[in-house]
């Protein structure tokens, strides 16, 4: 799999379904935080407007709280029309930014997980392949994902995608369609989705 290619493609589908949203699904709560619909958009377009010293003086600013810069810049971000949001996006599709020391699966990851963040409230689905939906799993259990995943969240647990052939780890099993998974390994706990003896463990463990 091209991954930055899927990158792209994701962008230019989520932009698609965004350009069809009304003023009052643009302000919906979505499943990340605090955040709306509004704000999800804000923040999968601020890697993509904001360069990295910009967001280095940031995390100064934020005494080295990467949550903190992170929601500042987005929220800036957010001041920006929706409308105007939408078309950046689907203009830099093909940028191949990614985060220091990490490949194009971390911004594969985090536009699979802001997609659910933002249509499972709004009820709206979109098939992904199931390829992408493998390698943001494999992302968020290894090593390179941790900064997605909380510390210990995946330990002693066995993570299984009831709808592609993709497991990890060993012990209580936490089951559940990939875009579940995604959502529940970052923290989500809305995500109704997900059955096994591990599901009670796992929740235990999110904020």
Excluded: Y
């Excluded at 290619?5 to 989520?14: M, P, Q």
């Excluded at 509004?38 to 934020?62: E, G, I, K, N, Y």
């Excluded at 093909?94 to 985090?110: I, N, V, Y």
């Excluded at 002693?156 to 959502?183: C, N, T, Y």
Aim: proline fraction near 8%.
């Amino acid at each position: 799999m091209d991954t930055f290619a899927a990158v792209a493609d994701e962008r230019r589908g989520l932009a698609d379904l965004l350009a069809g949203l009304t003023p009052a699904q643009q302000v919906v709560p979505s499943l990340c935080g605090s955040w709306r619909v509004h704000d999800v958009l804000a923040h999968l377009v601020m890697p993509l407007q904001v360069s990295l010293p910009r967001f280095a003086l940031t995390m100064v600013a934020c005494r080295g709280d990467f949550d903190r810069a992170n929601d500042r810049l987005t929220r800036a971000q957010a001041r920006t029309p929706f409308d105007e949001l939408v078309v950046i996006l689907r203009r830099k599709a093909d940028s191949r930014f990614t985060p220091p020391g990490s490949g194009p699966e971390a911004p594969l990851a985090d536009l699979l997980v802001h997609g659910s963040d933002i249509r499972r409230p709004l009820g709206l689905t979109r098939d992904i392949p199931p390829e992408r939906s493998a390698a943001a799993l494999t992302f968020l259990t290894g090593r390179p994902g941790a900064a997605f995943v909380a510390r210990g969240t995946t330990t002693g647990l066995r993570f299984e995608a009831a709808d592609l052939e993709w497991s990890h780890g060993d012990g209580p099993v936490v089951r559940g369609p990939a875009d579940a998974l995604l959502l529940a390994l970052t923290g989500r706990q809305a995500a109704p989705d997900v059955t096994g003896d591990g599901v009670a463990i796992l929740r235990s463990r999110l904020p």
